[in-house]
């Protein structure tokens, strides 16, 4: 069935680059994305890439899509401690079927 | 524009007690889910409908029940409320499954005693 890993815990310094990893089991996923979700608060939907795309910028967000090892990756430049956060990669094999997501990973920015 | 309202946002149930927690959109979407989050697991889906009048079990239906009462708004009824039960839920909603993803609402946070 499908499945989503992501590291539980990733610390870094304001301002350096952070990257948070996420691997998925099912081949055929379609459309992979990049949650985020503040203390409190739901999920806000940060950015999105189709399976035919290698890689997506928007602004200090860069997603990285590696189809052979289904390897998704989020880097976030110049990294701000409102950047801190939990993050939730999700998949889903088609444009009909439900998101699956992983556990999260936590990003703490220290000043 | 509000996106997914979700009532009440926090609730102490006793075991054995009914409720129904209330999600409404307002931006015309086809698809409503809910989702329960608990620490080290994640979001698993609960129930979803993929358009009105339609609903579907997700990973973990059991001791839940929902109505699509229309398309603006997707209810999830716990009948007899166990602590196994306490957790944060989410209502989301999108335009279609899958595609462009979910809009989330703020969440119920759900303690039974």
């Known amino acids: 069935g499908e499945d989503v890993e992501q590291s539980l815990f990733l610390s870094v310094r304001e301002g350096d680059s952070s990257v948070i990893n996420c691997t998925y089991t099912?081949?055929?996923?379609?459309?992979l994305y990049w949650y985020k979700q503040e203390p409190g608060a739901g999920l806000q939907l940060l950015t999105y890439?189709?399976?035919?795309?290698d890689m997506k910028q928007d602004q200090r967000l860069t997603v990285l899509l590696n189809k052979k090892d289904k390897h998704l990756s989020l880097r976030i430049a110049d990294t701000q401690t409102g950047d801190s956060a939990i993050y939730f990669c999700?998949?889903?094999?088609?444009?009909?079927?439900?998101?699956?997501f992983g556990k999260g990973t936590m990003l703490l920015v220290s000043p | 524009n509000a996106g997914v309202t979700q009532t009440p946002k926090f609730q102490v149930l006793k075991t054995g007690q009914s409720m129904t927690l209330q999600c409404a959109q307002d931006?015309?979407?086809?698809?409503m889910y809910w989702y329960r989050q608990d620490p080290g697991m994640g979001l698993r889906l609960i129930y979803y409908?993929?358009?009105?009048?339609?609903?579907d079990k997700g990973e973990v239906p059991n001791g839940y029940n929902v109505s699509r009462l229309n398309k603006r708004e997707f209810s999830l009824r716990l009948e007899s409320a166990a602590p196994s039960q306490t957790s944060v839920y989410f209502c989301?909603?999108?335009?279609?499954?899958?595609?462009?993803?979910?809009?989330f609402g703020s969440g119920t946070r759900l303690t039974v005693v």
């Open positions: 989301a909603s999108s335009r279609q499954q899958g595609a462009e993803g979910y809009t």
């Open positions: 099912d081949s055929s996923s379609t459309y």
């Open positions: 890439i189709f399976s035919n795309m």
């Open positions: 999700a998949e889903s094999y088609s444009g009909y079927s439900t998101l699956t």
């Open positions: 931006m015309n979407h086809n698809s």
């Open positions: 409908s993929a358009s009105e009048g339609t609903t």
